[in-house]
Nanobody
């Protein structure tokens, strides 16, 4: 079975940092473009970042300059380093093989809360 297990979320003060990880199994991780997608209460999915199998990256306007996506294909793991967090970053962060809900594989996500 495909599993995408995100971790590393939590409560952080504005201006703080978090590093999310996503452990993947059950598929050939190294051949997939991987996504971080966040969803805040009452809002639609927000494609935060993606990384191709060879390392080409995409960042949303809100993530540029603050977030860094990376992957370790040998460990089947996806990462998201998030710096300079603000309350608007509060959401459940999912790792996924497609940014569109109902497509590809999505993990359960990890909650990120930015609050003082």
């Amino acid at each position: 079975d495909v599993q995408l297990q995100a971790s590393g979320g939590g409560l952080v003060q504005p201006g703080g940092s978090l590093r999310l990880s996503c452990a993947a199994s059950g598929f050939t991780f190294g051949t997939f473009t991987m996504y971080w997608v966040r969803q805040a209460p009452g809002k639609g999915p927000d494609r935060v970042s993606s990384i191709s199998p060879r390392g080409s990256t995409y960042y949303s306007n809100s993530a540029k300059g603050r977030f860094t996506i990376s992957r370790d294909n040998a460990k089947n793991t996806l990462y998201l380093q998030m710096n300079s967090l603000n309350p608007e970053d509060t959401a459940v962060y999912h790792c996924a093989t497609d940014w569109r809900p109902g497509y590809g594989f999505w993990g359960q996500g990890t909650q990120v809360t930015v609050s003082s």
